[in-house]
């Protein structure tokens, strides 16, 4: 049987992620005083905001009624690319790495 290496290979894992200072930011421009109220327009239970907020994935349908929600914000302002670098066996955990946007 084969054993994994002690010294597993790099592998660059990159995902959406919502932009939680931009989008406190619209929050506080549109003057949407609370979470609830919040995932209420975007039209989502509040523990699916707090799951996007602290770095779960978006799904389509959140990003869509996100961008709606705040029209003249650019879609690259309310999301970006999030850049970790994890090791072979932890591609498809939560990955702790360096992180680059």
Do not use: C, W, Y
């Not at 054993?3 to 406190?24: C, E, F, I, N, Q």
């Not at 039209?43 to 869509?64: H, I, K, Q």
């Amino acid at each position: 049987m084969n054993k994994p290496s002690a010294h597993a290979t790099p592998t660059r894992v990159d995902r959406l992620v919502l932009d939680v200072v931009a989008l406190h930011e619209l929050r506080r421009t549109h003057q949407i005083e609370s979470d609830a109220e919040l995932a209420r327009m975007i039209g989502v239970d509040r523990t699916t905001l707090a799951r996007v907020a602290a770095g779960g994935p978006p799904s389509n349908g959140f990003m869509a009624r996100t961008k709606l929600l705040f029209p003249s914000a650019p879609l690259d302002r309310l999301f970006v690319v999030e850049r970790l670098l994890a090791t072979r066996h932890q591609v498809g955990s939560a990955p702790l790495g360096l992180r680059h946007r």
